[in-house]
């Protein structure tokens, strides 16, 4: 994310700027330089290429400027079509221009012609079309071209971030899936919104639009910018019109269209919208929770009002991403829906605000090539950071960096390392990972802590202001920080931004009583082969005394290896190389128990802290030491404590262990403490239990009591299952159907069958194993019945994966004998009917 230095290659790169020439020649130079600067299909698992195997990966050339973009737009659901006519507006760039080539995949075009209606010359080859403008045109002109077409989305690859390209979806088009809404929603990202419109699908264009859908009157519609009218066509279809006025680039276009449950709200004079499944549309500001107040937030922390008309955010059904902030109308996929119970475990203030802040790090300003990714990711990666920090205090947010720090690790370790930006990966699709998104916001991190607050948001600040509503490559984000503070920042950018790896610090001491002179080695040990040799470090050193008092020392490490000699009261009984644990350093040491134990108890960061505090070892935890922990403000340490209580110590506990299942605020700990309730036979802790399983605001400490009363009371916790209604959270409703498979003779079958739609496809195996306990447990004429609307649902799913599951249960009902069997024989015809998947019917023969 090879090496030491950044290197400059010099390239020359073909363009269409002479006068008139052939259209055929030019196609052909077309081709050459996309086959040159586009992406290679490889293995999502492929380990990182060395940077000299791939070409440098250019911005892309702009020959013309995408003004604005004027579409009209319907749709063809049986076939999965969409039926356009787009009007482009374009300037050329700057040389004279006499060919428009534009971004085209899968396209019927009926007609192509200027503003004045003559029709226009073209070729197309199935991604791209390459129009004769007739004429030349210079950088003072302005011209229009009109384009007829048929698009017909396909899918041609995907990633581990984006799962598909195929740019526009049509869900349940035919709504045979009784189950799932018939929905249409795009995904432009990377440069896929070039399936359904034409246009220049390149980062570093920026246009605006002005979108008319026409939708069939049941359904809403959705789009950037503001709905300006919505016309009745009389012939049961509505058109409805959606202007942005201010440009964004291509890959940000977005149209929505499906039957939405709905919550409206303003934030100064800004309308915000919530779209979300009717049956979550009571939870629909919920599920959104703090958009406002996160809108208020960063726009003032930028001293940057937020620079768009309308912020609207909206769910679909399978989405093939986590989340997308195309401009004012951010998608989200269904994952984040939940009820109080849910939202009261886990917010989905991460994700909302990783998208909001794109409204000005990526939409307001965005990278010019996928190299810059992080310019776009890295700062919404790093608003995740800034509002648990504002909203949630310091700890909140460190917590959070230490996931991403050990997130990053992790990957690089995984799938190898490569530059921040970088201007030589193997596929574009490949940019979206820990680098981009984890390593950027951590880097940003370090940035602030290097300049302090006060220089990190101005240097944003004019970020933003000089380059809003415009492209940007690493350069300017530096410029804009040495203009702030009158640094020379290229070497922190030439070592963090533009080489690969991360440091790798190790460090030993020893002590002269007689001087009481502390020296101390520290060495770094990285692999030079993918990082670089030695990392200019800036080391803040603290030193922590048995009495619990501390010194600092800030030493800038810039050899690998580097000694240290302070005089000193005493040995210290700890040393830590980055007392504010800023630095993106992984710090290869092991710690005695004494030594984690002065970390804990006196050190300064909270990294650290519980770092410390998870590894020291159960004899070394004394009762005063975990009483401590159980009253730290922070959760995560007094979730820790709950789980280090020696087992032989809990009885001494159990007072401050019932205190905090009922009182601790934190849902995390007080699922924890009941997990560490001892399980025996008591009548009132038995009740107590079920009671929690009935009546507590939090899924997490319903299934922690529900796991822990099976334990002691099996048909009590099955009685008080039974008693739960409408559970809208998967991991509870596989709780759920673990328990209720013991169930032999009541008829849950309901239960099963209604809440399949609820699980995901991940969690799809789990629930069906459950299922299919309770099948065999349960009496012949329920099980018969049950697998009779199980077949009429089968052939409605479309996930080869999900419809294994169901053949599985099938064949558990074919064992059970009777009336059960009878239903599979009656499907099994329907099966051999209609069944047309190779790998279905030999895993159902097999």
């Known amino acids: 994310m090879n090496k030491y230095i950044a290197i400059i290659v010099a390239i020359v790169i073909m363009t269409s700027c002479s006068k008139t020439k052939d259209l055929t020649s030019h196609a052909e130079e077309q081709e050459m ?151 249409l929603w795009t995904q432009g990202e990377t440069e896929n919104n070039s399936k359904w419109v034409p246009t220049i699908d390149r980062p570093n264009q920026k246009t605006t639009q002005d979108i008319r859908i026409t939708v069939d009157k049941k359904y809403q519609t959705l789009s950037n910018g503001l709905m300006v009218s919505s016309v009745d066509n009389g012939n049961g279809t509505r058109t409805d019109r959606w202007v942005q006025t201010k440009p964004h680039a291509p890959y940000l276009m977005m149209i929505a269209v499906g039957d939405f449950g ?39 922390l930028l001293d940057y009002p937020y620079p768009w ?19 004012t109308a951010v998608v989200f996929g269904d994952f984040i829906q939940k009820d109080k119970y849910a939202l009261a475990d886990n917010n989905n203030d991460d994700i909302v605000a990783h998208e909001m802040f794109h409204h000005w790090f990526g939409d307001l300003v965005t990278c010019e090539s996928w190299s810059n990714l992080t310019l776009n990711e890295g700062f919404a990666n790093y608003s995740e950071y800034l509002w648990a920090e504002h909203k949630y205090g310091y700890e909140a947010a460190e917590d959070h960096r230490y996931s991403e720090f050990y997130g990053y690790l992790y990957s690089a370790q995984a799938t190898g390392t490569h530059p921040l930006i970088d201007y030589h990966y193997s596929d574009r699709e490949k940019m979206f990972d820990a680098h981009s998104y984890n390593k950027g916001g951590l880097i940003l991190h370090m940035l602030r802590s290097l300049v302090g607050d006060d220089a990190f948001f101005a240097a944003l600040h004019k970020y933003l202001v000089d380059n809003a509503y415009s492209d940007v490559e690493v350069a300017e984000l530096r410029m804009a920080f040495e203009d702030v503070t009158g640094f020379d920042m290229s070497p922190f950018f030439d070592q963090w931004f533009l080489s690969e790896g991360h440091p790798v610090l190790e460090f030993s001491d020893s002590y002269n009583p007689d001087g009481k002179i502390l020296n101390i080695q520290f060495s770094q ?145 007080r699922a924890a403490a009941i997990d560490r309730i001892q399980p025996k036979p008591d009548a009132i802790l038995e009740k107590t239990l079920a009671q929690y399983i009935g009546h507590d605001n939090s899924y997490l400490v319903k299934a922690a009591a529900i796991l822990k009363l099976r334990q002691i009371n099996l048909p009590l916790t099955i009685e008080s299952v039974k008693g739960l209604h409408n559970v809208m959270d998967g991991k509870m409703l596989l709780t759920m159907a673990d328990i209720l498979s013991n169930d032999g003779s009541s008829d849950l079958s309901g239960f099963y069958l209604d809440n399949i739609k609820m699980i995901d496809n991940f969690k799809i195996p789990t629930y069906f194993k459950y299922m299919t306990a309770y099948l065999k447990n349960t009496n012949d004429n329920i099980a018969a019945t049950m697998l009779t609307q199980l077949a009429s649902r089968y052939f409605n799913v479309k996930n080869a994966l999900v419809k294994l599951q169901y053949l599985n249960l099938f064949k558990a009902g074919l064992q059970k004998g009777g009336a059960t069997a009878d239903a599979v024989q009656q499907f099994e015809k329907l099966f051999n009917e209609k069944e047309d998947n190779s790998f279905l019917i030999d895993k159902w023969k097999g």
């Open 33 to 183: 330089e996309y086959e040159f600067f586009d992406t290679l299909v490889v293995n999502s698992n492929d380990v990182i290429e060395p940077v000299d195997t791939t070409p440098y990966r250019a911005s892309a050339t702009k020959e013309f400027k995408l003004i604005n973009t004027d579409l009209e737009v319907s749709f063809n659901w049986q076939n999965q079509m969409v039926i356009g006519k787009a009007t482009l507006t374009l300037v050329p760039y700057f040389f004279e221009q006499d060919i428009c080539v534009l971004d085209a995949e899968n396209f019927e075009f009926k007609s192509v012609s200027g503003s004045d209606g003559r029709e226009l010359k073209y070729e197309y080859d199935g991604n791209q079309i390459y129009i004769d403008l007739g004429k030349s045109y210079s950088r003072k002109d302005t011209l229009k071209v009109i384009l007829d077409y048929v698009a017909t989305p396909s899918v041609t690859g995907g990633s581990a971030a984006i799962t598909s390209d195929k740019g526009l979806f049509f869900i349940n088009p035919d709504g045979s899936d009784p189950d799932k809404p018939t929905q």
């Open 262 to 300: 709905r919550q409206s709200e303003s934030w100064n004079n800004i309308k915000l919208d919530y779209y979300v499944d009717k049956n979550y549309e009571e939870y629909a500001k919920d599920i959104f929770n703090n958009t406002p107040e996160m809108l208020s937030f960063f726009s003032e």
């Open 309 to 327: 008309d309308k912020f609207s955010q909206i769910v679909v059904k399978d989405f093939v991403s986590g989340a997308m902030e195309n401009t």
């Open 525 to 669: 040990t990285q692999d030079i082969e993918h990082n670089l040799a030695v990392y200019n470090l800036p080391l803040s050193v603290l030193l922590i005394y048995a009495d619990g008092s501390k010194d600092y020392y800030d030493v800038d490490m810039m050899d690998r290896e580097f000694n240290m000699d302070v005089k000193v009261k005493e040995r210290p009984v700890a040393i830590i190389p980055d007392a504010t644990a800023d630095l993106l350093m992984y710090v290869n040491h092991v710690y005695s128990n004494e030594e984690l134990l002065a970390i804990y108890k006196y050190g300064d960061a909270y990294i650290q802290r519980i770092q410390a505090f998870s590894k020291i070892e159960s004899a070394y935890l004394s009762d005063g030491l975990l009483e401590q922990a159980l009253k730290e403000p922070y959760y995560t340490f007094r979730r820790e404590a709950i789980e280090q209580i020696p087992d032989d110590k809990l009885g001494k506990f159990n007072e401050q262990i019932n205190s905090i299942i009922k009182n601790d605020p934190d849902s995390r700990v």
